[in-house]
């Protein structure tokens, strides 16, 4: 198969977001969430009808997940890990494992098989420092320091049958590996699997897996999506319409597509005129859903909770192609 794929890449909406990430796809409810990471909005998007409603959290949002159950989402933000509630309409913080006002926050994550939520925190004002990652264990309230030393966590990954882990660090522009125990979710023999700066420009930024157990990595100001095999091969480079893609979710009926969250702070949209939306393209291999958050029993130990500010926005743009 040749480097460069020359699959079409559709327009899936006009986010126009400054920074697009953390994108899910739920069947079942005909939604897609995102959010707009540096302004703390989460955004539901109604497929049958493109109508979407925005949420603000007064805060930074990193990773997010659904919850089992459908009452909510669970998120990595500024101050730690909160909930936010479908039927309330509120933000809550139920973990929060570092000082308020340090410099650090949540930057990206994912659920494990098991349905643990897994983030890591990022030092806003010197992104060399090295920081943790934490599992959010399904009491909603305990945060257990599981991974020290990675940067910038992005592309928090584990293969088809969870025996690897796997996740970048933007700053070193690296890609680690560790073999996985599923039961206790416990990673070890961390090892470099891929050294992007070798490659390409920009830096691994989010991705995914496949069914084949291929990567598909976003890289953010390098304007391309890679697909890299288990042993660490460049299978397939996409070139994308946009500077800074952030992210990869699977999508579809036969889970074959995949939908692309991208970034507008910082990029000269002259140049690139659809930063900030959100793609699509056929990637003709199969992924997965995004796994949920199994929180158990009630959220015990409440946090500080937020009021939010609501604004529906209607319906706005269909798909269609720009290429």
């Not at 909005?41 to 497929?47: M, N, Q, R, S």
């Not at 900030?276 to 056929?282: A, Q, T, V």
Request: net charge neutral; with cysteine.
């Amino acid at each position: 198969m040749s480097m460069e794929e020359n699959h079409e890449i559709y327009r899936f909406y006009a986010a126009k977001a400054q920074c697009a990430k953390s994108g899910i796809w739920d069947p079942d409810s005909h939604k897609y969430y995102y959010c707009d990471m540096t302004q703390g909005t989460i955004h539901i998007l109604d497929l049958t009808d493109m109508s979407r409603q925005d949420y603000s959290i007064g805060m930074q949002i990193g990773p997010m997940a659904l919850i089992e159950g459908g009452s909510g989402l669970v998120m990595g933000v500024r101050d730690g890990f909160g909930i936010f509630d479908f039927a309330t309409k509120k933000f809550e913080l139920i973990a929060r494992p570092y000082d308020l006002n340090s410099g650090w926050r949540m930057n990206d994550g994912n659920v494990d098989s098991k349905g643990r939520f897994w983030a890591g925190r990022l030092f806003d004002k010197d992104e060399t420092k090295p920081g943790t990652i934490y599992r959010l264990e399904l009491d909603g309230k305990t945060a257990t320091p599981v991974i020290e030393g990675i940067c910038c966590t992005n592309g928090l990954l584990w293969s088809p049958d969870n025996k690897l882990m796997y996740c970048g660090d933007s700053t070193l522009r690296k890609i680690y590996v560790w073999d996985y125990e599923e039961e206790s979710g416990t990673p070890s023999n961390q090892r470099l699997f891929f050294d992007a700066a070798t490659y390409f420009d920009g830096v691994p930024d989010g991705s995914n897996i496949d069914t084949e157990g291929y990567l598909w990595v976003c890289f953010y100001k390098g304007h391309h999506l890679v697909r890299i095999s288990p042993s660490a091969k460049v299978d397939r480079v996409y070139n994308l319409p946009v500077e800074r893609p952030t992210q990869p979710i699977w999508f579809g009926e036969c889970l074959d597509e995949l939908v692309i969250t991208s970034a507008s702070l910082g990029v000269n949209t002259a140049i690139w005129p659809e930063s900030g939306n959100i793609l699509k393209l056929f990637a003709g291999v199969r992924g997965q859903l995004k796994n949920k958050y199994k929180l158990k029993g009630s959220k015990a130990d409440k946090g500080q909770q937020y009021s939010i500010d609501i604004r529906i926005k209607g319906t706005i743009g269909k798909l269609r192609s720009f290429l």
